[in-house]
């Protein structure tokens, strides 16, 4: 309920007013038949108002009940995990600092649902969540480019592999900045890593979501390029 009208308050104010009136009136006639009636009229008369009322202090007083920044964005991330557990997880070992996802290397294991600690390698990597990392207009973000996601059975020589590096994540680093433009103030790649430069704060709800947006996007844009083998 985001605007409340004063008839509406005080509708329902005066409605539990009536209720305890009609109550005590009951009490002093000796809980008489006729009495009891008129009580119970008198109470389903105000009782929607009354309801309504109810409903407003309950929307109040949840609101009211923050749910701090770390727990938020962990929740959120752990529902994203969820429903990708079939090609991302998160990281068992994090470099300290920060807080990431690793990915099959192995594209066929979307389907399988394989074990990850075999053939997998990290994905994503952000700030350590605490509030202050995430409080600033400079957050990074890094994607690695693991060999076997995109070159499984190819033999390369490595300048060869570098240049089909570079140009997946020319393809990738387009793709999210056009989507994202934004949301992000920069994104470039260097050592098999595509890094995105945030250009607001994360704090709220819609901005964890715009993250989590930009983290499907990226996994959408590694399936399609493993696929294509570029």
């Known amino acids: 309920m985001k605007e409340v009208n004063a008839e509406t308050i005080f509708g329902g104010i005066f409605g539990l007013v009536s209720i305890v009136a009609a109550v005590m009136e009951m ?25 309504v009322l109810l409903l ?20 959120k991330l752990d529902s994203w995990a969820q429903n990708n557990r079939t090609i991302i997880k998160k990281s068992d070992i994090d470099k ?17 649902g394989a074990n990850f600690s075999k ?4 994905f994503v990597r952000f700030p350590e969540i605490k ?18 996601t995109f070159f499984e059975g190819l033999l390369l020589q490595p300048e060869e592999l570098e240049e089909r590096y570079e ?7 387009d793709f999210i900045f056009k989507l994202y433009s934004n949301k992000m103030s920069e994104a470039f790649y260097k050592n098999q890593t595509i890094t995105i430069i945030m250009s607001n704060k994360i704090q709220t709800d819609e901005e964890i979501d ?13 399936l399609v390029s493993a696929n294509i083998k570029l």
Not at 32 to 51: C, F, L, R
Not at 96 to 112: E, L, R
């Open 27 to 51: 009490y002093f006639s000796g809980y008489e038949m006729t009495s009891i009636a008129g009580a119970v009229k008198d109470i389903s008369a105000t009782m929607v108002a009354v309801m």
């Open 56 to 75: 407003i202090f309950r929307d109040f007083f949840s609101k009211k009940i923050n749910i701090n920044f770390e727990d938020r964005f962990k929740n």
């Open 96 to 112: 300290q600092g920060f807080y990431g996802y690793d990915m099959f290397t192995d594209m066929n294991n979307f389907y399988k």
């Open 119 to 122: 053939n997998s390698g990290w």
């Open 131 to 148: 509030e202050s990392n995430y409080n600033r207009n400079d957050i990074k973000i890094d994607f690695h480019l693991n060999k076997g």
């Open 167 to 173: 140009k997946i994540a020319s393809n990738i680093r």
């Open 210 to 222: 715009s993250l989590i947006n930009i983290l499907d996007s990226m996994i959408k844009a590694y």
